[in-house]
């Protein structure tokens, strides 16, 4: 059990009440809950270098223990830096003509068919994370390396049990394999004269903005660190977009009047959609808002205080687990009233300071916001313009796979919109 510092009066009930600050235990490990946003600021932003990021063992050897994730100081604010620099709005506002033809490819093939929505999602979310991650160049090891990240994924959620024949055993198996092949590429794009292609472009280039170079391991892990990131998150977030939209007709019709006049413009101009047109979108991007505040789809993080700290009045000994919960922020009634009630107007005003953080916030605040925005943006351009969905069904719940999302994945009839006016 925790003891205070010396001089110091610590009040028991805090440790063990439920108010916005509360001692729990997770699989026996003690842990502190944070549900206020004075006191998630304080553990993410100002006293920042107090918590440490802390993950469980097998997910740091999978996905590379050289990515950023799980580190703290000097190696992590570099290569945070080289990250964010690869994912800024003037680094991937030239990328939409590229994730519109993504969205183009893939509409057609979901017409009148019923689809898993979140299966649907994933695929295009790493699609893109590709894109972002290598550039658009076709090189041969693409296919191969989507297929060693589907082995990758399956075992990622299963049980650390790296025994032949295990999920486990065969994800890490594959990540060997992946570890290959990005070596390859790396070497290989490491013989141009000017290194190319998205944030592998960005990582090779790194020696000439006065950093030492980086590794090849230190690229391989932050690479495929990133593309995890990047697709589960947005597809998770994308397939309650599809659900939200669903259930509101009414503002799915609002949403589609309002893309109608980009299209409108666009066809006047005769010309593709645009970075600009994605920042005249208020309403779509109010219910992106709306929806990532309602799923919060990441509940939660999780820190590790990196020695005994006094918090707020309170005492937090080295080692405990500090979680600030973004779910728990956004669905306080006092920030965001009716927090059940969907209600995209509710972002007409800026939400209170530290009260909406679906991106985190601080050190380890997520550098892929805008690409995430961008890609839900362009798909939400096409489908609310061209087609209609009905969920097929009538399971409502959630299940985690591992974000929560609609039961099932979310399976959806898709039909082209103009079937249906003309059958109206
Ligand atoms: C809607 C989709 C997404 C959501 C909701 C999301 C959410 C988050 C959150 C909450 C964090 C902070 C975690 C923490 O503080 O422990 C984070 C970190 C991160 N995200 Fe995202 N993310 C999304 C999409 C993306 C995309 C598209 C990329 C890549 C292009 C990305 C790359 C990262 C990386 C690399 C970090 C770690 C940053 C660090 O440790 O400094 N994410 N994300």
């Known amino acids: 059990m925790a003891m205070p510092p010396q001089g110091r ?65 000097s190696y992590h604010s570099m290569l945070k830096k080289l990250v964010q620099a690869s994912f800024l709005p003037s680094a991937i506002r030239g990328l939409v003509p590229e994730v519109e033809q993504i969205v183009l490819n ?10 898993n929505t979140l299966q649907e999602m994933k695929r295009y979310a790493f699609d893109v994370a590709m894109i972002s991650a290598f550039g658009n160049k076709q090189d041969l090891e693409m296919k191969g390396i989507k297929h060693l990240y589907q082995c990758l994924e399956k075992g990622y959620n299963s049980m650390p049990l790296d025994l032949p024949g295990t999920p486990f055993h065969k994800a890490m ?27 592998l472009g960005v990582l090779l280039g790194a020696k000439n903005q006065k950093i030492d170079q980086l590794s090849d391991s230190q690229i391989a892990d932050n690479i495929i660190g990133v593309i995890f990131a990047a697709h589960d998150t947005t597809a998770s977030v994308l397939t309650w977009v599809l659900k939200y939209l669903h259930d509101n007709q009414d503002l799915l019709a609002a949403v589609t009047r309002e893309q109608e006049g980009i299209q409108r413009k666009i066809i006047e101009g005769n010309r593709r959609l645009t970075w600009d047109d994605t920042r005249h ?33 309170y005492y937090i000994p080295k080692g405990w687990k500090v979680l600030p919960l973004f779910r728990s922020i956004h669905h306080c009634a006092d920030f965001f009233p009716q927090p059940e009630k ?3 107007s509710r972002f007409e005003v800026p939400p209170r300071p530290n009260t909406f953080m679906p991106f985190g916030n601080g050190v380890h605040s997520c550098p892929g916001s805008e690409l995430a925005k961008l890609e839900m943006l362009v798909l939400l351009h096409h489908l609310t313009t061209s087609y209609r969905w009905q969920v097929v069904g009538d399971e409502d719940g959630i299940q985690y796979g591992p974000f929560p999302v609609p039961k099932r994945g979310l399976p959806v009839k898709v039909t082209p919109r103009n079937i249906i006016k003309a059958a109206a």
């Open 9 to 73: 009066q610590t009040s028991p009930t805090w440790l063990n009440g439920y108010g916005d600050i509360f001692k729990t235990h997770i699989l026996g490990c003690p842990c502190v809950m944070i549900s206020s946003p004075e006191a998630a600021r304080v553990v993410l932003v100002s006293k920042a270098h107090l918590f440490k990021p802390t993950y469980p063992p097998s997910k740091e050897k999978m996905i590379g223990p050289e990515a950023l994730f799980f580190h703290q100081g």
């Open 106 to 115: 893939f509409l057609p093939t979901w017409e009148n068919t019923t689809i």
């Open 173 to 199: 198996k594959a990540r060997k394999q992946l570890n290959e092949t990005l070596r390859k590429l790396i070497q290989e794009r490491r013989k141009l004269e000017k290194p190319e292609g998205g944030l």
């Open 281 to 313: 979108m208020p309403l779509t991007t109010r219910v992106i808002q709306e929806t990532l505040r309602r799923a919060s789809i990441l509940s939660f993080t999780f820190r590790e205080a990196v020695q005994d700290v006094e918090f707020q009045g």
């Open 342 to 344: 969907f209600d995209p």
